[in-house]
């Protein structure tokens, strides 16, 4: 069965076509990353708005280039939360109606259900049960994954996401939104060992995180080393960025390395936008290497919000449920840990 996966939880629109059979066959993206970056940041209602531009014409794009029609479409997946609930209702409404007039089953997808499975979309993929760091714009969670809906909090941030922490800390350093791409070019020019950053609970014990300091000693720097008009010069920019992001995935990849030694497993499976950070993997390359484990990736346009990620975790749950009444709500808030199993492999 094709399944079309339908993403608008926030600001990129998303669209692809999966095979049950034949696995991905088309995928298209709309990132409305131009579009916020003079307000610095997500504006929900012009989010919205911009979905309901884009999503129908991306689906006859994924249908051009996949050589379908919509008559091919067995069944459509659509994030159901968390996420703006604007943006939310537009991709629900547009998949409900659409199967409405196909006849077709819908499955409301946990967005982040669809991060985490991202990476099973590569060759080679990993086999339940691994250990995996979702690390994105609005999450740090590291899961047990036992399979599809089987998923055990491990640990989570007390305050800030990762992703979030980048994109805070580049607006202290004037960088352009999303700052994680940004803050990463600059760190790539800085002097290692100028500056020295906290590594927030590192030794604490647990799987949990916390960022929010981080930002605040950024914060501290930026102000120490402004001249008298508040202007930075450009080298102490970069070598803020290469401690902030040393800082972060030392943090990340120590807290894997526990995970995956408290769980007895071998296996890390790393998802979201953070995911995508050059620094992050090398070093998870490395530990995980060194202890024997093997770490797994999405490809680094799946690291961020797309709309294969959604077909895929729809396919996987797809088999299982029946066609509804179309009725539809969105779940802008939703834990992850609440999904259950589908119903014939529980
Ligand atoms: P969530 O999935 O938790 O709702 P989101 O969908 O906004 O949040 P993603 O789209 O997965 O998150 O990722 C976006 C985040 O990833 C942003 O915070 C961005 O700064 C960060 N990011 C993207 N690329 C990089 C990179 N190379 N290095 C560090 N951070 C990055
Ligand atoms: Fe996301
Ligand atoms: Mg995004």
Known sequence: MIILGIESSCDETGIALYDQEQGLLAHALHSQIDMHAEYGGVVPELAS??????????????????????????????TQGPGLAGA??????????????????????????????????EANPPAFPFVALLVSGGHTQLMRVGGI??????????????????????????????????VSRLADLGTPGRFKLPRPML????????FSGLKTAVLTLVNDHSDADGILDEQTKADIA???????????????????????????????GVGANRQ?????????????????????????????????AGAMRMQHETAG??????????????????????
């Not at 902030?244 to 979201?272: H, I, N, P, W, Y």
């Open 49 to 78: 708005r911009d979905h309901v531009r884009r999503t129908l014409p991306l689906i006859q794009r994924v249908l051009d280039e996949a050589k379908l029609t919509l008559a091919d479409i067995g069944g459509i997946a659509y």
């Open 88 to 121: 939310l209702l537009v991709g629900t409404s547009i998949a409900e109606s659409l199967a409405f007039t196909l006849n077709v089953p819908t499955v409301g997808v946990h967005h982040l259900e669809g991060h985490l499975l991202a990476p099973l979309l």
């Open 149 to 182: 809906g089987d998923y055990t909090l491990l640990g989570d941030t007390l305050d800030d996401a990762a992703g979030e922490a980048f994109d805070k800390t580049a607006k202290l350093l004037g960088l352009s939104y999303p700052g994680g791409p940004a």
């Open 203 to 210: 030794n604490s014990g647990d799987l949990n995180f916390s």
């Open 242 to 272: 290469l401690e902030f992001q040393e800082a972060v995935t030392e943090v990340l990849t120590a807290k894997c390395m526990a995970a995956l030694r408290e769980t007895g497993l071998d296996q890390l499976v790393v998802s979201g």
């Open 280 to 312: 992050l993997r090398e070093k998870l390359n490395r530990a995980t290497k060194r202890r024997l484990c093997h770490v797994h990736y999405p490809r680094l346009e799946f690291c961020t919000d797309n709309g294969a990620m959604i077909a895929f």
């Open 325 to 346: 009444d179309h009725g539809f709500s969105v779940r802008p808030r939703w834990d992850l840990a609440s999904l259950q199993r589908p119903a014939a492999s529980a």
